[in-house]
């Protein structure tokens, strides 16, 4: 089992910035892809960047240009570095990561959220 363990998130003005850091630990094999996703309320999870071991990125729409992913392999963790903030990327945020084993099936692991706020 692998546990992701999410820091970083809270309360902030509209324009502002937040990073959010994600550790993962356990029995690891091999982290292929990590994630960040969000859940606004009554709207459905959606990505908003990932990236995989060899540093490809993947961002969704809204939040090009703003947010930059970045992770460390040493450390099994991943980063989401937040700015010009605003109102509509009020969410939990939630790390997500892909563990491969050695038979290569893929084991999908969730955080347990971090609640991000922008004010207007």
């Known amino acids: 089992q692998v546990q992701l363990v999410e820091s970083g998130g809270g309360l902030v003005q509209s324009g502002g910035s937040l990073r959010l850091s994600c550790a993962a630990s356990g029995r690891i094999f091999s982290i292929n892809v990590m994630g960040w996703y969000r859940q606004a309320p009554g709207k459905q999870r959606e990505l908003v960047a990932d990236i995989t071991r060899g540093g490809n990125t993947n961002y969704a729409d809204s939040v090009k240009g703003r947010f930059t992913i970045s992770r460390d392999n040493a450390k099994n963790s991943v980063y989401l570095q937040m700015n010009s903030l605003k109102p509509e990327d009020t969410a939990v945020y939630y790390c997500?990561?892909?563990?491969?084993?050695?038979?290569?099936?893929?084991?999908?692991?969730w955080g347990q959220g971090t609640q991000v706020t922008v004010s207007s």
């Open positions: 997500n990561a892909i563990d491969t084993t050695w038979t290569g099936s893929e084991q999908n692991y």
